[in-house]
């Protein structure tokens, strides 16, 4: 895919790889429009990235604003090229300590809302002429489990079952899908579940770099899943020690 001109929805747009994956688009000449809740972080995005990124307060739990909004931005004419299904949530701990209210989160906006969006896209980039691509954003955790993530994991797992069925699905309506497993990046996702970046972590400019590369190949050559880690994930401080 030539990226420029093509129009992109990137959620969670307001920080993290999100905000990353919007920059590197509008450097390559697309059209974003960046979908989070919060909407002063988003104006600050806007603000840093210009008038390419269009702010647009949305919660991807909500399936009736998501119709809304994609039925009153996008037709025959200006339909979507490139899906990121990014926002997501995290909440930690044993499972009989997971609040019902962190499990119904992560449930909704990690895969319900992957759905909600998806689903009005879909029909579009099916009449769009270009070659389409969407980019769901699971995590290392949607391929292995881990003791404190049974929340988390079953989100992503989940993730990463919808990605591959969906591949399948619309591979021959000239869309692309796939499925990013990240281990740990440095983003505002740690301060969220109690804990701490450290030097060590991907920085979200690599993985942008990475998801720029997998748009960017021929229209018949598709990345369905790209596996990504630290390759050493300790602490610089664990490794003084
Ligand atoms: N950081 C990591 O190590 C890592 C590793 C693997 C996978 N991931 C995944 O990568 C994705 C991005 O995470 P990140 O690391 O960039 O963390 P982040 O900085 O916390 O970004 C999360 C984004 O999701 C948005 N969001 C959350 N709930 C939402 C909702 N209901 N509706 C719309 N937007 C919502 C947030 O914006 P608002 O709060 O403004 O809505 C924010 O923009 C997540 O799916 C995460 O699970 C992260």
Not at 20 to 35: C, N, P, R, T
Not at 93 to 113: C, F, H, K, R, Y
Not at 224 to 236: S, T
Request: charged share 25%; with cysteine; net charge negative.
């Amino acid at each position: 895919m030539d990226i420029n001109s093509k129009v992109a929805i990137v959620t969670g747009a307001s920080s993290g790889i999100g905000a990353a994956f919007s920059e590197a688009l509008i450097e390559k000449g697309a059209h974003v429009y960046g979908l989070a809740r919060s909407t002063d972080k988003l104006e600050k995005v806007r603000q840093r990235l210009g008038d390419s990124f269009e702010p647009v307060s949305l919660d991807v739990t909500d399936h009736e604003a998501i119709e809304s909004w994609t039925d009153s931005t996008f037709d025959d004419v200006h339909a979507p090229d490139i899906l990121v299904n990014n926002a997501g949530v995290a909440a930690f701990g044993q499972v009989e300590e997971l609040d019902i209210d962190d499990w119904d989160a992560m449930i909704n906006t990690n895969i319900s809302g992957v759905f909600y969006l998806t689903r009005c896209i879909v029909p579009l980039m099916k009449e769009n002429e270009n070659h389409c691509h969407i980019v769901n954003i699971a995590s290392i955790a949607g391929m292995l489990g881990n003791p404190n993530l049974t929340g988390y994991n079953a989100s992503k797992f989940g993730v990463r079952g919808f990605t591959e069925a969906l591949f399948k699905e619309v591979r021959y309506d000239k869309i692309k899908v796939t499925g990013f497993y990240p281990g740990s990046i440095a983003t505002e996702f740690f301060d969220k579940v109690g804990s701490e970046t450290h030097a060590n972590m991907m920085k979200p400019e690599e993985v942008a770099d990475v998801f720029i590369n997998v748009l960017e190949t021929p229209d018949n050559f598709l990345i369905n899943q790209v596996v990504m880690r630290p390759l050493n994930p300790k602490p610089p401080e664990e490794l003084d020690e």
